[in-house]
């Protein structure tokens, strides 16, 4: 049991410092718009890649046909939330919806999922470091993705912090979790949580941020490439969990 706790503190430890370290480096370096597009597209492609390499797969061998209802969930309650809930008018008479807090949701429930795992491949010491490494590569990419979001969404650079001090935390509290409850909870459950993230996600990557980044005329072929490579990274860590 020690050595379980102790593999469990130390990969939060890691965790956390990376994913802080991400969310840090956008805020102290002043960014170009075409610059933040890149980022973003390339979160884009890891918020998809996640979704359908990681959380929709494992969520049907959990439920099967049923994964498509939390799934559809997951993304209309995102859509109604920013539609019809999370809006507000600009002096121009425009509407502007939150994609922020969005995308911090969707990724912190990918997050909490994540550290879910990551508690369930420590009783493995097998597959335990693959699992680490794996949630450890999705971590900085993803910290960075979402402090860049946070930005092009013009929130404040303390509410910023705020926001990837709390973001950073949600590994080891998924993985607090499965120490506790994964014994004793149904393996429904968890993959109506998986589907339920991977709607999120797809709708943040399909409706928020690809609309937005490819709007522009300008740069269009290097977002392409950014949004495949961060597609190609998820397919790349995907191998280090089998």
Known sequence: MFQFERSLLVYSIIIIAVSW????????????????????????G?????AFLHLIPEAMMMIEERAGLPMLFGFLLLYVLEKFIMVHSCEAGCDVHIVGWSSFLGLSIHSLTAGVALGAGIAVPEISLMVFL?????KLPESFSLSCILLQAKFHKKR????????????????LIAVHLLTSMPGDVIGWALAFAGG????IAADDLLPSVHSSEQNRGSTLIAFLLGVFLVWVSNFLQH
């Open 21 to 44: 370290t991400g969310g840090m480096i956008p805020l102290y370096k002043p960014w170009r718009q075409s610059t933040l597009q890149l980022f973003i597209s390339f979160g884009a």
């Open 160 to 175: 910023i912090i705020t926001i990837m001090f709390l973001f950073a935390f949600a590994v080891p509290v998924g993985a």
């Open 46 to 50: 890891v918020l998809l890649g996640v």
């Open 200 to 203: 999120t996600f797809l709708h």
């Open 134 to 138: 794996a949630i450890v590569l999705h």
